[in-house]
């Protein structure tokens, strides 16, 4: 593909996966940061409608690669999908693109998986053996690191069965429930690395237009992932109480404190960043806290 037109720099364009499981959740969560689009025919590219920032739908495996070309400014990928091909620049050479922000969905993990006969001093000793993956150069960057000189095959597809085929001893994929391993009569053992969906970009700032438009994206974006099982919690209590009420709540926001007329007591509300339970509820109920109430908070922006 080409490199950017001089068009470009004055819009954003977001690369997605087309389909697959992270696919749905990267579309509601820019969706929820008050992105709206019009479609192609093809459905490929999505034309920003309430920002100057555009959609392209792909494969996850090249998203990278047009973040490299500058085809795209920012792209939704999978931490391993861009570690690996961070892996493969040479010593000495400075991938174009970086994690921005972890997203919070799409967790997995790269592990080893061996045959469920061996034992634990067999899945031990991995010198010698034969490691079949999509992922060559994390795994032979996390060989390296411990010293293990295996050998790695790689495989596009159907890692899973290579060990019965006998193209390899054991394999190192992608495992989420660990549901396809047990099918192939596979355990996993060492993890090599966690992953989940990522937001990449650029290592060098935008010096355009799009520094600004990034800008106004991420501010949202923050907001939405900050506010991810967070509540606003109000209650009414003594002055006295409040600071042995607040120890109660290490995860709220410095609060709103205002006086009741005409009584010594107070309105307390604080954006909760973590789960508020009943437990906590009764807790601060006990501390001197009534009229508790907890409401969800659809946006906030710092």
């Known amino acids: 593909m080409s490199a950017p037109s ?30 709206s689009w019009r479609e192609s025919r093809d459905r490929l590219f999505c034309h920003g409608d309430s920002t100057p920032i555009d959609l ?14 500058g085809t795209c400014d920012l792209g939704i990928v999978g931490r391993n999908v861009l570690l690996e091909r961070a892996s493969g620049y040479g010593t000495g050479e400075v991938p174009p693109f970086r994690e921005w922000r972890g997203l919070g969905f799409g967790a997995c993990r790269l592990a080893l998986a061996v045959p ?7 899945a031990a000793a991995l010198d010698g053996l034969r490691i079949a993956t999509s992922y060559p150069a994390l795994v032979s960057q996390w060989l390296k690191e411990r010293g293990i000189a295996a050998d790695v095959v790689t495989l596009s597809g159907s890692v899973e069965i290579a060990p019965r085929l ?6 190192c ?5 660990g549901a396809t391993l047990a099918a192939n009569q596979l355990r996993a053992t060492d993890i090599v690395l966690d992953s989940e969906a990522v937001l990449a970009g ?8 799009r520094a600004e438009i990034a800008g106004l994206f991420l501010r949202r974006l923050d907001a939405v992932l900050g506010l991810r099982d967070s ?12 600071p042995a009420l607040m120890a109660l709540l290490p995860d709220a926001e410095r609060p709103t404190v205002m006086q009741v007329d005409g009584t010594d007591r107070v309105a307390l509300q604080a954006v909760c960043r973590g789960t508020v339970t009943w437990q906590r509820l009764e807790d601060l109920k006990r501390a001197g806290a009534d009229a508790l109430l907890v409401l969800p908070v659809e946006r906030m922006l710092a």
């Not at 392209?56 to 070309?69: K, M, N, Q, S, T």
């Not at 650029?202 to 237009?209: C, M, T």
């Not at 509540?231 to 409040?242: I, P, R």
């Open 6 to 35: 001089g068009a470009m720099r004055e819009r954003v364009r977001i690369a997605i996966q087309k389909s697959g499981r992270l696919a749905e959740p990267a579309r509601a969560l820019l969706s929820s940061c008050g992105l």
């Open 56 to 69: 392209l739908l792909v494969r996850d495996d090249d998203i990278p690669g047009l973040l490299a070309e």
């Open 116 to 122: 469920q006969a061996w034992s634990d001093s067999q």
């Open 166 to 171: 006998g193209t390899a001893d054991l394999i």
């Open 173 to 177: 994929d992608i495992v989420s429930s």
């Open 202 to 209: 650029p290592v060098a700032p935008f010096g355009d237009a």
């Open 231 to 242: 509540k606003l919690l109000m209650f009414q209590t003594d002055s006295a109480n409040v």
